[in-house]
């Protein structure tokens, strides 16, 4: 299984960036998917989670924001992100919770950098 993220870039602050990511590879069943990131200097943290059964849920800096969508045909998850603020730059990293031959497992995309700038 493989996950690629796309759709980073440089924006300026007040801007929107859309990111995708889709998986690949021997698939049964998709659980869980979500976006984390990590700035420099920081620990990878969580941006938003969205559950088979479209059940969302968001880190309160981007509440209001930012909207995590899935679309489990394609296998893919999206990040809307609205209202970009430079404390946004960071490397996103998506996730998803795979169901393969005989076992669960949590697969990373390489992640895709978002630069904000002010």
């Known amino acids: 299984v493989q996950l690629q993220a796309s759709g980073g870039g440089l924006v300026q602050a007040g801007g929107s960036l859309r990111l995708s990511c889709a998986a690949s590879?021997?698939?049964?069943?998709?659980?869980?998917m979500g976006w984390y990131r990590q700035a420099p200097g920081k620990l990878r943290e969580l941006v938003a989670t969205i559950t088979n059964g479209d059940v969302t849920s968001y880190a309160e800096p981007v509440k209001g924001r930012f909207t995590i969508s899935r679309d489990s045909a394609k296998n893919t998850v999206y990040l809307q992100m609205n209202s970009l603020k430079p404390e946004d730059t960071a490397v996103y990293y998506c996730k998803m919770r795979i169901l393969v031959i005989g076992s669960v497992m949590d697969f990373w995309g390489k992640g895709t950098l978002v630069t904000v700038s002010s």
């Open positions: 590879g021997s698939i049964f069943s998709i659980y869980t």
